[in-house]
Protein backbone atom coordinates (compact mmCIF):
# COMPACT_ATOMS: atom_id res chain seq x y z
CA UNK A 1 0.00 0.00 0.00
CA UNK A 2 1.44 3.39 -1.08
CA UNK A 3 1.76 6.15 1.79
CA UNK A 4 0.94 9.69 0.73
CA UNK A 5 2.10 12.20 3.06
CA UNK A 6 0.36 15.89 2.91
CA UNK A 7 2.62 18.59 5.03
CA UNK A 8 2.52 22.42 4.31
CA UNK A 9 -0.69 23.88 6.13
CA UNK A 10 -0.72 26.37 8.55
CA UNK A 11 -2.93 29.96 10.01
CA UNK A 12 -2.73 32.01 7.27
CA UNK A 13 -4.21 35.83 7.05
CA UNK A 14 -6.96 36.21 4.15
CA UNK A 15 -4.77 37.25 0.94
CA UNK A 16 -1.96 35.12 1.83
CA UNK A 17 -0.21 32.23 -0.11
CA UNK A 18 0.30 28.27 1.59
CA UNK A 19 2.10 25.73 -0.72
CA UNK A 20 0.89 22.81 0.45
CA UNK A 21 3.08 18.96 -0.68
CA UNK A 22 2.31 15.68 -0.74
CA UNK A 23 5.05 12.94 -1.16
CA UNK A 24 4.52 9.75 -2.05
CA UNK A 25 6.42 6.39 -0.65
CA UNK A 26 7.11 5.69 -4.41
CA UNK A 27 7.11 6.13 -8.01
CA UNK A 28 4.72 8.62 -8.78
CA UNK A 29 4.45 6.45 -12.26
CA UNK A 30 2.20 4.02 -10.37
CA UNK A 31 -0.39 6.41 -10.29
CA UNK A 32 -2.66 7.76 -13.45
CA UNK A 33 -3.94 10.95 -11.47
CA UNK A 34 -3.26 12.70 -8.12
CA UNK A 35 -5.38 15.54 -6.65
CA UNK A 36 -6.27 17.49 -3.47
CA UNK A 37 -9.39 17.47 -1.73
CA UNK A 38 -10.49 19.54 1.08
CA UNK A 39 -13.06 19.21 3.69
CA UNK A 40 -14.18 21.89 6.16
CA UNK A 41 -16.18 20.70 9.50
CA UNK A 42 -19.84 19.97 8.65
CA UNK A 43 -19.39 19.75 4.71
CA UNK A 44 -18.76 16.86 2.76
CA UNK A 45 -14.96 16.29 1.17
CA UNK A 46 -14.80 17.51 -2.39
CA UNK A 47 -11.85 18.36 -5.17
CA UNK A 48 -9.94 21.19 -5.06
CA UNK A 49 -7.64 20.05 -7.94
CA UNK A 50 -5.97 16.97 -9.98
CA UNK A 51 -3.05 16.28 -12.09
CA UNK A 52 -2.46 13.40 -14.30
CA UNK A 53 1.03 12.23 -14.08
CA UNK A 54 1.95 11.58 -17.54
CA UNK A 55 0.38 14.30 -19.33
CA UNK A 56 0.24 17.12 -16.45
CA UNK A 57 -3.39 18.06 -17.39
CA UNK A 58 -4.73 19.83 -14.28
CA UNK A 59 -8.61 20.02 -13.37
CA UNK A 60 -10.21 22.53 -10.79
CA UNK A 61 -12.92 23.30 -8.94
CA UNK A 62 -14.75 26.38 -9.70
CA UNK A 63 -13.98 28.17 -6.34
CA UNK A 64 -10.46 28.22 -6.92
CA UNK A 65 -9.90 28.32 -10.54
CA UNK A 66 -7.28 31.40 -10.94
CA UNK A 67 -6.04 30.95 -7.65
CA UNK A 68 -4.49 27.38 -6.74
CA UNK A 69 -2.16 25.56 -9.26
CA UNK A 70 -1.34 21.71 -8.95
CA UNK A 71 1.91 20.36 -10.07
CA UNK A 72 4.02 17.54 -9.85
CA UNK A 73 7.52 16.80 -9.48
CA UNK A 74 8.03 13.06 -10.85
CA UNK A 75 11.98 12.78 -9.35
CA UNK A 76 10.94 13.27 -6.22
CA UNK A 77 7.39 11.45 -6.24
CA UNK A 78 6.07 14.61 -5.05
CA UNK A 79 2.35 16.79 -5.89
CA UNK A 80 1.86 20.57 -4.62
CA UNK A 81 -1.12 22.65 -4.01
CA UNK A 82 0.29 25.76 -4.48
CA UNK A 83 -2.65 28.56 -3.15
CA UNK A 84 -2.88 32.34 -3.61
CA UNK A 85 -5.64 34.61 -2.35
CA UNK A 86 -6.81 32.85 0.19
CA UNK A 87 -9.61 33.10 1.94
CA UNK A 88 -11.47 32.59 4.85
CA UNK A 89 -13.75 29.97 3.24
CA UNK A 90 -10.74 28.06 2.39
CA UNK A 91 -10.23 26.95 5.73
CA UNK A 92 -10.28 23.04 6.07
CA UNK A 93 -8.33 19.87 6.04
CA UNK A 94 -6.60 19.46 3.10
CA UNK A 95 -5.84 15.76 1.28
CA UNK A 96 -3.77 14.01 -1.28
CA UNK A 97 -5.22 11.28 -3.33
CA UNK A 98 -3.58 9.32 -6.06
CA UNK A 99 -5.85 6.56 -8.66
CA UNK A 100 -6.25 4.46 -9.48
CA UNK A 101 -6.60 2.58 -5.62
CA UNK A 102 -8.43 4.13 -2.49
CA UNK A 103 -4.73 6.29 -1.73
CA UNK A 104 -5.13 8.86 1.12
CA UNK A 105 -2.71 10.96 2.82
CA UNK A 106 -3.88 11.86 6.85
CA UNK A 107 -4.39 15.41 5.78
CA UNK A 108 -3.07 19.00 6.62
CA UNK A 109 -4.70 21.73 8.25
CA UNK A 110 -5.52 24.84 6.37
CA UNK A 111 -6.94 27.95 8.42
CA UNK A 112 -7.47 31.05 6.76
CA UNK A 113 -8.54 33.86 9.29
CA UNK A 114 -9.46 37.96 8.15
Known amino acids: QVQLVESGGGLVQAGGSLRLSCAAS????????MGWYRQAPGKEREQVAS????????NYGDSVKGRFTISRVNAKNTVYLQMNSLKPEDTAVYFC???????WGQGTQVTVVS
Open 97 to 103: HGSPGDN
Open 26 to 33: RSLSGFFD
Open 51 to 58: ITISGGLT
